[in-house]
């Protein structure tokens, strides 16, 4: 790579008048021009200006075993100088998805045994909500063909994936969503339980939104509900412990599909290979991509249950679907060694037994206290921190979502990478920190916090 013959105003200019970025607002990138990132080691990313930033939220949540990891680059070399690329259409195949298939087999919810490839979480959940509708239709009832998603949450960025996901500023750029997909209340209860109701009550009140709407429309027209275990890209949100038992009772109930999308909490993340066994959920469709090669390369995986996968081989004929790229075989390599990486480094048991649990504590300790936070909670390596104007009655500051952005910037400045969602700043790190990089975090995200308070103090 030569763009070290460039300076970094080089690289801006470029950037801004040839690059159209994802999640932007392009006149405001041009003004302030794009922060670019060089390289990385571990748990650090370094920009071009030579700043060493702690990456709080692994990538875009998904470098689990963290940057410059030697093997992974090995093994996507071996893989492209033997076999760069062929498909898997036309009854071929090659060895890297196959072996990869039989591992995640290995490691997924016992009643799902396949799964299909693709080369992002949009695509994969475009795959997913076309084998359940399928699925309907084989059975004999085509008519079953809604879905019920929640709002806020995050499905991905293609028609298909922004329909689902529950974002309003998404759907109103579409210009025409796929039909038929309804959103209800999210089980965010720092926001939506009522006063004195307990957390407990709020979570079936929650997972009652989706019966509600499966009687308003009728069973027979509604095939699944989709669910991030935890809403991440939506603020991190972590339902009370009653709630996905709730919505399970209630899909089997009514005879409904669940669709997990575990895009953000697979591989790890929640302390389990799945936060569906973090959470005894049994699902019909779980999407996966992000961690799955550590974003070393784009890959997903949709897992589709027993029961779904009967119907599609039993009775589908050719499924008119698929990707150039589906079970690339440079991707499924370096999922390959990624998983065995994160199993021979036994990461998802410290995050479970110990960084986990030490994130929480340190979250509640040092950070819950400060003046703008009005709640932090965690769930294994997923965190959550609340901005507010008044702790006891919850109030915001305004515009929304400001206060947070400027806490996110002093972060940044002072060596922090967050994420800040509405008024909440998000935290997904890579599970390879230690109780001493999380001490870290914290000694910079409180750095930020009090720096953030002043600003906002000579503001009034
Ligand atoms: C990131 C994300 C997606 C979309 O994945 P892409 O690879 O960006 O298409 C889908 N669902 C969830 C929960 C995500 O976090």
């Known amino acids: 790579m030569t763009y070290q013959n460039y300076t970094l105003e080089q690289l801006q200019q470029i950037d801004a008048a040839h690059h159209l970025h994802p999640f932007t607002d392009h006149k405001d990138l041009r003004d302030a021009g794009s922060r670019v990132i060089t390289h990385a080691k571990g748990p ?54 196959i072996l990869l298939s039989q591992k995640l087999a290995e490691i997924a919810p016992s009643n799902m045994n396949q799964v299909f490839y693709g080369s992002s979480g949009s695509e994969a959940n475009d795959t997913a909500l076309r084998l359940v509708r399928w699925y309907w239709a084989l059975e004999g009832k085509p008519r079953k063909n809604r879905v019920i998603s929640r709002h806020m949450a995050y499905h991905g960025s293609t028609i298909t994936g922004a329909s689902l996901g529950g974002m309003q500023g998404m759907h109103d750029q579409l210009g025409g969503a796929v039909p038929n997909i309804a959103h209800v209340m999210m089980p965010y209860a720092y926001e939506l339980a009522q006063p004195g109701e307990s957390d407990h009550d709020f979570g079936l009140r929650a997972a009652r939104a989706v019966e509600d709407e499966i009687l308003r429309v009728g069973a027979d027209n509604v095939a699944a509900f989709i669910g991030e275990p ?33 895009v953000i909490t697979g591989y790890g993340r929640t302390g389990d290979w ?46 008119y679907h698929g990707y150039t790229y589906s079970g690339h075989p440079v991707a499924c390599a370096v999922a390959l060694k990624n998983i065995e990486i994160i199993e021979r480094e036994g990461m998802i048991e410290r ?50 979502g400001s206060a947070a952005v400027l806490i996110r910037d002093h972060a940044i400045a002072n060596g922090m990478m967050l994420r800040a969602t509405g008024d909440t700043m998000i935290l997904s790190p890579p599970l390879i920190w230690t109780k001493e990089t999380i001490d870290m975090a914290c000694d910079r995200i409180v750095k930020a916090l009090d720096l953030a308070k002043e600003d906002l103090r000579n503001a009034g």
């Open 230 to 262: 935890i809403q991440g890209a939506g603020g991190v949100k972590i339902p009370p412990a009653s709630y996905w038992p709730e919505i399970q009772r209630i899909c089997r109930q009514y005879d409904v599909l669940l669709m997990l999308d575990e």
């Open 351 to 400: 995050v479970r037994d110990e960084t986990g649990p030490y994130l929480a504590k340190a979250l509640k300790e040092r950070i819950e206290g400060h003046d703008l936070v009005g709640e932090v909670r965690s769930f294994g390596f997923l965190g959550a921190i609340e901005i507010v104007r008044d702790k006891a009655t919850r109030q915001r500051f305004q515009p929304g």
């Open 274 to 319: 799945f936060a569906a066994q973090s959470m005894g959920i049994e699902a019909d469709t779980i999407t996966t991509a992000k961690a799955l090669t550590s974003g070393y390369q784009p890959l997903s995986a949709l897992f589709v249950s027993d029961r779904v996968a009967a119907t599609i081989v039993e009775k589908g004929g050719e499924f």
């Open 44 to 97: 650090f990313i370094y920009d071009a200006a030579g700043n060493e930033i702690l990456d709080g939220m692994a990538g875009l949540w998904c470098v689990a075993i963290g940057y410059g990891r030697d093997e992974l680059a090995d093994a996507a070399y071996a893989q492209m100088k033997e076999l760069p690329y062929y498909n898997s259409f036309f009854r071929c195949s090659t060895p890297t998805p």
